[in-house]
């Protein structure tokens, strides 16, 4: 049932006592071939739970807490200094030196500033002590962090305020130990400086439309609210440290900016499930381990389609403990591959040519009594309660495509989408055959049957028969409902999972509050249940007939698609410039003020920061390859091309022919006149002034830098494959991604 897994996974690890995961832990530094075994680590043993505290605070504190986290009841400021104090000794007792609010401000990664928990005078007393203020909130200077706009330099005042419904956990990096506090990140007026935030305001307002449905179809006994659920599908890849030291693009952009195929990558479709490498698997094991004592219930791995990728996958969580885990997969991903001799690539395309990395986001709604909202059941046609949730997400996705695809957009993302390996950058919706079906009968005005799924036959007597889910699968679709959640696919790889999270969680209560509102007038006590379906029926059925060109079952990596979805009017943006205009609308604004989301200042902020950011990272790629070009490209391309000049002039000199060597050395002088063409012209670009908006910033870059940036790659590129392998400056694309 999957409030149990909701209940006892999300909220503090509660009821996964004692769940050992005996990992072999390798030694620090080594290859991960290490035969030693480690101790076996309980599941949450480094998470200051629900568990953990019942044994320290007493009962109505905890059952205050509890209230807190499970019904979103206000904190009781009562109980934070208890709480603190038990905090601190649980954390001291378990080797925490210091402590540290944890958050996630706009530059999308997380921030910490670590204080001591306690310091000694020496005589048995404290100088200093962690206790009620420390814990509930704390001041780092928000000038240095990006505001978009909110916050001027020289007004620096900004709190991190604690959130109860994510557990602190215990960081363990090299031999320290720190306590961290999941926090939320405001300026001193209030408005929110972080992904976190809005976030949690997001879920409130979809609980709150989601509960007045609930009360119309009286299914809202014993409920208080309505959460929303996210498992997310990390792929990632992993390169040798001694490769990556020869990529100062990697350690720099993230991704290579140059590079030319290797004879062999993804052709034959054999990496895909294919079977996991010693070294790899040591090196999941122990990240496995170390996400088990920090109570992130992972479930899932296995190699993806391109070499050296692969995927992690935990269990799903309320949303908001779901994001803050998925921050904390990244982090340990990065921290174990070093201890393993190698690098975790989190970029959306380290490599060009080859599939890039996502993070499929599962959501859906559920009640905190265990009801997922999203799941039809066996007599879906009966269903209509499910039907509403289903429509308002339908008529969510077809109103707001838009602004869904710039919740994803980023410098990274934009590589991808459209790519052949992710849906493409126009938003569309998989219902699959069963639910296609019954969106069909809504839309006639008659719903009468859920297709069955039915059994298969294997057609080998010795295997058994199995049972059919109701649709196929579709891959290509980027939000693809999968029998009880819906699948976002084109989140990026190295994005958190709040922000987009955020926008979905909005755009579904805009929804479903204007349902709530539709049958709330039109249904009064007296309504029958037959009169009830009618009333129903009649605005799903205008709802889809509204919405319903955003359904698209077919491929959407076909080039048809494209034309077919310009046809339907649905919206295309290609790059993250053009996507995140979407957000500057009047309504848009609206939408996320009226829901107390974000106000219209916060969202305009974060749309700044979103644009910079976008902007900066492609300047920094672009010096990148200039520096990269000028100092390590052109030397080794000269170099070459001087060795093939004196096997000319030797040639001539003996009276041999020499029209082949002639040739290469006119093919790879002329490679070079055109990648020095490129370079020249890509340098005056980035000296270019760039006093203009981010909004105009970003959109100069997408048009004119990338291509300036592309023609420089793909002269690069074709020098690689005619210079001596040897001299070659970078590590290969061979040497980069078959990683043994
Ligand atoms: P696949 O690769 O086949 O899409 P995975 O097993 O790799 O599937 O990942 C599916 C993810 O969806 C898991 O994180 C799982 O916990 C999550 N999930 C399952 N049910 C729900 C739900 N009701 N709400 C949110 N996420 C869910
Ligand atoms: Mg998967």
Same mark, same amino acid.
């Given at each position: 049932?999957?409030?149990?897994?909701?209940?006892?996974?999300?909220?503090?690890?509660?009821?996964?006592?004692?769940?050992?995961?005996?990992?072999?832990?390798?030694?620090?530094?080594?290859?991960?071939?290490?035969?030693?075994?480690?101790?076996?680590?309980?599941?949450?043993?480094?998470?200051?739970?629900?568990?953990?505290?019942?044994?320290?605070?007493?009962?109505?504190?905890?059952?205050?807490? #509890?209230?807190?986290?499970?019904?979103? #009841?206000?904190?009781?400021?009562?109980?934070?200094?208890?709480?603190?104090?038990?905090?601190?000794?649980?954390?001291?007792?378990?080797?925490?030196?210091?402590?540290?609010?944890?958050?996630?401000?706009?530059?999308?990664?997380?921030?910490?500033?670590?204080?001591?928990?306690?310091?000694?005078?020496?005589?048995?007393?404290?100088?200093?002590?962690?206790?009620?203020?420390?814990?509930?909130?704390?001041?780092?200077?928000?000038?240095?962090?990006?505001?978009?706009?909110?916050?001027?330099?020289?007004?620096?005042?900004?709190?991190?305020?604690?959130?109860?419904?994510?557990?602190?956990?215990?960081?363990?990096?090299?031999?320290?130990?720190?306590?961290?506090?999941?926090?939320?990140?405001?300026?001193?007026?209030?408005?929110?400086?972080?992904?976190?935030?809005?976030?949690?305001?997001?879920?409130?307002?979809?609980?709150?439309?989601?509960?007045?449905?609930?009360?119309?179809?009286?299914?809202?006994?014993?409920?208080?609210?309505?959460?929303?659920?996210?498992?997310?599908?990390?792929?990632?890849?992993?390169?040798?440290?001694?490769?990556?030291?020869?990529?100062?693009?990697?350690?720099?952009?993230?991704?290579?900016?140059?590079?030319?195929?290797?004879?062999?990558?993804?052709?034959?479709?054999?990496?895909?499930?294919?079977?996991?490498?010693?070294?790899?698997?040591?090196?999941?094991?122990?990240?496995?381990r170390e996400l088990t004592r920090l109570g992130v219930p992972i479930a899932t791995r296995h190699n993806e389609v391109a070499p050296g990728q692969y995927e992690i996958a935990p269990l799903f969580e309320n949303t908001n403990v779901a994001c803050d885990h998925q921050m904390i997969?990244?982090?340990?991903?990065?921290?174990?591959?070093?201890?393993?001799?190698?690098?975790?690539?989190?970029?959306?395309?380290?490599?060009?040519?080859?599939?890039?990395?996502?993070?499929?986001?599962?959501?859906?709604?559920?009640?905190?009594?265990?009801?997922n909202l999203l799941d039809p059941g066996e007599n879906a046609h009966e269903n209509l309660q499910f039907l509403v949730f289903l429509t308002a997400v339908i008529a969510a996705v077809e109103e707001n495509a838009a602004i869904l695809r710039g919740s994803i957009a980023s410098a990274?993302?934009?590589?991808?989408?459209?790519?052949?390996?992710?849906?493409?950058?126009?938003?569309?919706?998989?219902?699959?055959?069963?639910?296609?079906?019954?969106?069909?009968?809504?839309?006639?005005?008659?719903?009468?049957?859920?297709?069955?799924?039915?059994?298969?036959?294997?057609?080998?007597?010795?295997?058994?028969?199995?049972?059919?889910?109701?649709?196929?699968?579709?891959?290509?679709?980027?939000?693809?409902?999968?029998?009880?959640?819906?699948?976002?696919?084109?989140?990026?790889?190295?994005?958190?999972?709040?922000?987009?999270?955020?926008?979905?969680?909005?755009?579904?209560?805009?929804?479903?509050?204007?349902?709530?509102?539709?049958?709330?007038l039109a249904i009064k006590d007296n309504t029958t249940k037959i009169m009830m379906e009618r009333v129903v029926g009649a605005i799903l059925q205008e709802l889809i007939s509204k919405h319903k060109r955003v359904i698209f079952d077919g491929d959407n990596y076909d080039p048809q698609?494209?034309?077919?979805?310009?046809?339907?009017?649905?919206?295309?943006?290609?790059?993250?410039?053009?996507?995140?205009?979407?957000?500057?609308?009047?309504?848009?604004?609206?939408?996320?003020?009226?829901?107390?989301?974000?106000?219209?200042?916060?969202?305009?902020?974060?749309?700044?920061?979103?644009?910079?950011?976008?902007?900066?990272?492609?300047?920094?790629?672009?010096?990148?390859?200039?520096?990269?070009?000028?100092?390590?490209?052109?030397?080794?391309?000269?170099?070459?091309?001087?060795?093939?000049?004196?096997?000319?002039?030797?040639?001539?000199?003996?009276?041999?022919?020499?029209?082949?060597?002639?040739?290469?050395?006119?093919?790879?002088?002329?490679?070079?006149?055109?990648?020095?063409?490129?370079?020249?012209?890509?340098?005056?670009?980035?000296?270019?002034?760039?006093?203009?908006?981010?909004?105009?910033?970003?959109?100069?870059?997408?048009?004119?830098?990338?291509?300036?940036?592309?023609?420089?790659?793909?002269?690069?590129?074709?020098?690689?494959?005619?210079?001596?392998?040897?001299?070659?400056?970078?590590?290969?694309?061979?040497?980069?991604?078959?990683?043994?």
């Amino acid at each position: 049932m999957m409030i149990t897994q909701l209940e006892t996974i999300t909220t503090h690890g509660e009821g996964r006592k004692g769940r050992r995961h005996d990992i072999r832990r390798p030694k620090p530094g080594s290859n991960g071939r290490s035969s030693h075994t480690p101790a076996p680590v309980m599941f949450a043993e480094d998470v200051f739970t629900l568990e953990t505290m019942s044994a320290r605070l007493p009962a109505e504190i905890l059952a205050s807490l #509890k209230d807190t986290i499970h019904r979103g #009841k206000r904190l009781d400021p009562t109980i934070v200094g208890p709480v603190a104090d038990a905090m601190k000794a649980w954390a001291l007792e378990r080797g925490a030196t210091h402590y540290c609010h944890w958050f996630q401000p706009l530059t999308g990664g997380t921030a910490e500033k670590h204080e001591a928990l306690s310091i000694s005078n020496g005589h048995g007393g404290e100088l200093s002590s962690f206790s009620l203020s420390n814990l509930l909130q704390g001041e780092p200077d928000a000038s240095s962090f990006p505001s978009g706009g909110l916050r001027a330099t020289s007004k620096a005042r900004g709190y991190t305020v604690w959130d109860p419904a994510s557990p602190a956990f215990i960081s363990r990096v090299g031999n320290t130990a720190t306590l961290c506090i999941p926090t939320a990140f405001i300026s001193w007026t209030g408005e929110s400086l972080d992904k976190k935030t809005p976030l949690l305001r997001s879920m409130e307002a979809l609980s709150k439309q989601a509960m007045r449905i609930l009360r119309i179809f009286g299914s809202d006994t014993g409920v208080s609210r309505v959460v929303t659920s996210l498992g997310v599908e990390q792929e990632y890849f992993l390169v040798d440290e001694s490769a990556y030291q020869n990529r100062p693009d990697l350690a720099v952009c993230g991704r290579t900016v140059f590079g030319a195929p290797s004879p062999k990558d993804q052709q034959l479709s054999d990496h895909y499930f294919g079977v996991i490498p010693e070294r790899i698997r040591a090196f999941m094991a122990e990240v496995e381990r170390e996400l088990t004592r920090l109570g992130v219930p992972i479930a899932t791995r296995h190699n993806e389609v391109a070499p050296g990728q692969y995927e992690i996958a935990p269990l799903f969580e309320n949303t908001n403990v779901a994001c803050d885990h998925q921050m904390i997969i990244m982090e340990t991903l990065s921290h174990v591959a070093a201890r393993h001799g190698m690098r975790a690539l989190l970029h959306e395309k380290p490599f060009a040519g080859i599939n890039g990395s996502g993070k499929h986001n599962n959501w859906s709604m559920c009640t905190d009594t265990g009801t997922n909202l999203l799941d039809p059941g066996e007599n879906a046609h009966e269903n209509l309660q499910f039907l509403v949730f289903l429509t308002a997400v339908i008529a969510a996705v077809e109103e707001n495509a838009a602004i869904l695809r710039g919740s994803i957009a980023s410098a990274g993302n934009d590589h991808r989408l459209g790519a052949n390996e992710a849906p493409p950058a126009i938003m569309s919706i998989f219902l699959g055959d069963a639910l296609s079906d019954l969106v069909g009968q809504i839309e006639r005005g008659s719903l009468n049957s859920t297709p069955a799924s039915g059994s298969l036959d294997v057609g080998a007597a010795i295997l058994p028969t199995l049972e059919r889910h109701s649709g196929d699968r579709n891959r290509t679709s980027p939000f693809a409902f999968t029998g009880n959640k819906f699948e976002f696919r084109a989140v990026g790889a190295s994005m958190t999972c709040a922000w987009p999270n955020t926008v979905l969680n909005t755009i579904v209560a805009d929804q479903l509050e204007r349902i709530a509102t539709a049958l709330e007038l039109a249904i009064k006590d007296n309504t029958t249940k037959i009169m009830m379906e009618r009333v129903v029926g009649a605005i799903l059925q205008e709802l889809i007939s509204k919405h319903k060109r955003v359904i698209f079952d077919g491929d959407n990596y076909d080039p048809q698609w494209h034309d077919e979805a310009e046809r339907r009017g649905l919206p295309n943006n290609r790059h993250t410039a053009s996507a995140l205009a979407a957000f500057n609308k009047p309504a848009v604004a609206r939408m996320f003020d009226r829901h107390g989301v974000m106000t219209p200042q916060e969202l305009d902020a974060r749309i700044a920061v979103l644009a910079e950011n976008y902007a900066t990272q492609l300047r920094i790629e672009a010096d990148t390859m200039l520096q990269l070009g000028r100092t390590r490209i052109a030397p080794a391309a000269y170099a070459h091309l001087n060795r093939i000049g004196n096997a000319v002039e030797n040639s001539l000199s003996a009276g041999l022919n020499a029209d082949r060597r002639s040739r290469a050395l006119r093919t790879i002088s002329e490679r070079l006149d055109k990648f020095e063409d490129s370079l020249a012209m890509l340098e005056i670009m980035t000296q270019q002034s760039t006093d203009s908006t981010p909004t105009q910033n970003a959109n100069w870059c997408a048009r004119e830098l990338r291509a300036a940036m592309q023609r420089v790659r793909t002269c690069a590129d074709a020098l690689e494959v005619v210079v001596d392998e040897r001299e070659w400056p970078l590590a290969s694309y061979r040497e980069l991604l078959f990683t043994r």
